[in-house]
């Protein structure tokens, strides 16, 4: 598994060593109670810096990471150094932002409903841009914004009404939910405009997650260049174009949900499981391109903004845990759904042995989590290189949606390690206890057993 990439931070050599930033895997899981999740620094810098790069021919792009997508403090405080804002998505994304020492104009807010308190909070702090998502939204916003004598500048958001992705049959709700229909956006956002207290500036969109290829992009750039040539003409001035995130994990190519379907041994024989996934240069050419085309050929001059999440963060953590049990086709690992709840719709993820040849005779397995619960199986028929009890596991690319999504179903959840740029292992989240899990629990009327209340009091 190693990779051409110089700017690949894993590597899983020929003799079987396993490394993220130089660190062997094998001897972390033996010095480290497993499962935990490692980030490492340096492939969230590089992989961000690419991004930026790959859009180098925008005048004036501004990014806003998706603190959603992954909010560990070492991630989200690498991002601000590195001069990335932070796209929220409620109270406490937006926390998490200020701690890590983002300006408030280089944070954005996103989200189908937000509280009054959360609103009140980013427009006193004087945040970039709310993006709204409703009328009953603007008008809540507008009265806050009167009440707190701001004249406000906002966004909205609108569905471009793109052809049905490749997910739409999984998730037929999953576009619907947002935005406004472009069809009602000129419509929605002169009203909006028109509140006393807002001044409409930017059209935001987000057309998917794991998006392959930039075509989808382009078609939306074609469709609110159209959209803000009509508010010109409504005497609105949109300043601003957010495409949102979507831009994909160069590593998520294998179709996780197919695998689980009957057919999926006879798609795989025909390449059918492995997506054609564009680089993310192929993303920013194209993208970058499209829009200084557009913006010669209309004489419109909006700045183009972007909120990446998955593409920057997916590669930079894996998660090390152990094999545990070998029963049948069965293998047992200590990591759970719990530690990487990511729907299963994506793509599976890169499974390392470490101490184990990359080319060893293969077994297939299902390879099921340690909780007593049916889905709780992370892969299905999955070839795994000389499997062994007691061996360390590795699972690599959980950095987007994984500890931000993880849960306590029967177990606390995990530690949180990061590789900073100078090479040095750090914690950067300690693993929970039973006690941190049941702490905010209210007991009444508890009685407690003899035995216990016995040992209680000698201990």
Not at 295 to 308: A, D, H, N, V, Y
Request: glycine fraction near 6%.
């Amino acid at each position: 598994m190693s990779s051409n990439d110089k700017n690949q931070h894993f590597e899983w050599d020929s003799a079987g060593k396993a490394t993220f930033d130089g660190h062997d895997l094998a001897e972390l899981s033996d010095t480290h109670p497993t499962p935990f999740y490692l980030v490492s620094v340096g492939q969230l810098v590089d992989n961000y810096r690419r991004f930026r790069e790959a859009f180098s021919m925008v005048e004036g792009l501004k990014c806003y990471y998706s603190v959603k997508s992954n909010f560990e403090s070492v991630v989200i405080s690498t991002m601000r150094k590195e001069g990335c804002g932070a796209e929220v998505s409620g109270a406490l994304d937006l926390e998490l932002a200020r701690r890590a020492g983002m300006k408030p104009e280089n944070i954005v807010f996103d989200g189908p409903r937000k509280t009054e308190a959360e609103i009140e909070e980013a427009l006193t702090m004087g945040i970039h841009m709310i993006d709204i998502e409703s009328m009953t939204e603007a008008r809540m916003i507008n009265e806050i914004a009167g009440r707190l004598g701001k004249k406000v500048n906002v966004g909205m958001r609108i569905d471009p009404s793109l052809a049905k992705p490749y997910y739409d049959k999984v998730i037929s709700t999953y576009k619907k939910k947002f935005g406004y229909p472009i069809d009602q956006a000129l419509t929605m956002g002169v009203a909006i405009n028109g509140l006393p207290n807002l001044t409409l500036t930017c059209i935001m969109t987000h057309i998917g997650s794991q998006v392959f290829t930039p075509s989808r992009y382009l078609t939306t750039l074609d469709r609110i260049f159209e959209l803000i040539a009509d508010f010109k003409k409504h005497n609105v001035e949109i300043a601003e174009i957010n495409l949102g995130g979507g831009y994909p994990a160069q590593s998520m190519r294998n179709m996780r949900l197919s695998r689980r379907i009957r057919l999926a041994k006879i798609l795989e024989r025909f390449g059918r499981l492995e997506a054609d996934v564009k680089s993310i240069d192929e993303f920013g050419q194209a993208i970058g391109n499209h829009f200084n085309q557009l913006c010669r050929t209309t004489g419109l001059k909006p700045q183009l903004s972007l909120e990446p999440g998955r593409c920057i963060v997916s590669s930079a953590t894996l998660i090390v845990g152990r094999i545990e049990i070998l029963k049948n086709n069965w293998l047992f690992t200590d990591i759970s759904i719990n530690d990487i709840p990511e729907n299963l719709f994506f793509s599976e993820w890169r499974l390392v042995v470490p101490g184990t040849r990359p080319d060893a005779t293969v077994t297939e397995y299902n390879i099921a989590g340690p909780t007593l619960a049916t889905q709780d199986v992370l892969y299905f028929e999955k070839e795994v290189p000389e499997p062994k009890e007691g061996s360390p596991f590795v699972i690599m690319d959980i950095g987007a949606y994984s500890i931000a999504r993880s849960n306590q179903f029967t177990r606390p959840r995990s530690a949180v390690y990061a590789i900073d740029q100078e090479g040095t292992l750090k914690l950067v989240r300690r693993a929970e206890t039973v006690d941190d899990v049941l702490r905010t629990q209210i007991w009444d009327d508890v009685v407690e057993s003899d035995e216990s209340a016995s040992e209680r009091k000698t201990g």
